[in-house]
C-alpha cells in the first residue's frame, strides 16, 4: 500500500522457531498499528493491533512492538505451528494524502515447515 | 455466522460487460470498503463508504463506481469490464473508520474477465 513497505515478502521457519514481520510506514500522525492474517482461501482477520501510546502488546505466542520515532511496527510470533502458515498484513491507520483509512501492506507469505 | 456476504465466490464475465458486486452486512456498520487483492500488490482500497450515500475514491478508483442505498448494502460496479479487473475482490466492514475493532471482511469474489 501506499507509504507502507513490508518485509519480508516471504519468509520460512521451522516449527518452533519464531518469526518477525516489519511494518515501516511513513506518516507520523498514524495512531493505530494493526496487522492481519489470512490463511489460504480465506479472509483476512485481525489477530494483534497497536496504538500509539503503548509500545509493546502481547497476546498469547504473538507481539507487536512499535517504534515511532522510526515509523515502524513488527510482529512477532513465537513457537511457531504450522497453523500459522498464512499471509500477514499490516495496515496502519493513515491519516494524510487523502488517508483516514487503514492502509494495507503487500504481505508477508510466512510458512511453518515441519 | 457469516456477518459480510458477499453474493458470489465465482464470477467469469467477458470484455465490455458491466458487472455488479455485491456486499451485504449484518452488524450495523457505517463503513464499508471494497479492495481488490493481488498477489504481490496485497490490498488496494478501491472505493469506501462512511454513511449511506456517501463514497470516497481510495487508491484505485478507476474504472470502478460504487453506490450505498441502504446501510447495510455496498455495491461495486465494473462499468466496462476489462482483462486487468480480473481479481479478487474483498469486501469489509467496520465499526469506526480508523479500524479499531478491526475490520470484518467477506469472503471474496474471484472475478474473471475474459
Known amino acids: 500500500g501506499e507509504n507502507v513497505e513490508q518485509h519480508p515478502s516471504t519468509l520460512s521457519v521451522q516449527e518452533g522457531d519464531s518469526a518477525v514481520i516489519k511494518c515501516t510506514y511513513s506518516?507520523?500522525?498514524?495512531?493505530?498499528f494493526p496487522w492481519y492474517k489470512q490463511e489460504l482461501g480465506k479472509r483476512p482477520q485481525l489477530i494483534i493491533d497497536?496504538?500509539?501510546?503503548?509500545g509493546e502488546k502481547k497476546d498469547q505466542r504473538i507481539a507487536v512492538t512499535l517504534n515511532k520515532t522510526a515509523k515502524h511496527f513488527s510482529l512477532h510470533i513465537t513457537e511457531t505451528q504450522p497453523e500459522d502458515s498464512a499471509v500477514y498484513f499490516c495496515?496502519?491507520?493513515?491519516?494524510?494524502?487523502?488517508?483516514?483509512?487503514?492502509?494495507f501492506g503487500t504481505g508477508t507469505q510466512l510458512k511453518v515447515e515441519l | 455466522d457469516v456477518k459480510v456476504t458477499q453474493s458470489s465466490r465465482y464470477l467469469v464475465k467477458r470484455t465490455g460487460e458491466k458487472v455488479f458486486l455485491e456486499c451485504v452486512q449484518d452488524?450495523?456498520?457505517?463503513?464499508m470498503f471494497w479492495y481488490r487483492q493481488d498477489p504481490g500488490l496485497g490490498l488496494r482500497l478501491i472505493y469506501f463508504?462512511?454513511?449511506?450515500?456517501?463514497?470516497e475514491k481510495g487508491d484505485i478508483p478507476e474504472g470502478y463506481s460504487v453506490s450505498r442505498e441502504k446501510k447495510e448494502r455496498f455495491s461495486l460496479i465494473l462499468e466496462s469490464a476489462s482483462t486487468n479487473q480480473t481479481s479478487m475482490y474483498l469486501c469489509?466492514?467496520?465499526?469506526?473508520?480508523?479500524?479499531?475493532?478491526?475490520?470484518?471482511f467477506g469472503s471474496g469474489t474471484r472475478l474473471t474477465v475474459v
Open positions: 497497536i496504538r500509539s501510546n503503548v
Open positions: 495496515a496502519p491507520y493513515i491519516l494524510t494524502g487523502g488517508g483516514n483509512k487503514l492502509t
Open positions: 452488524m450495523d456498520h457505517e463503513n
Open positions: 469489509a466492514s467496520s465499526l469506526s473508520l480508523t479500524g479499531e475493532y478491526g475490520y470484518t
Open positions: 506518516d507520523s500522525a498514524s495512531n493505530y
Open positions: 463508504s462512511y454513511d449511506v450515500k456517501m463514497k
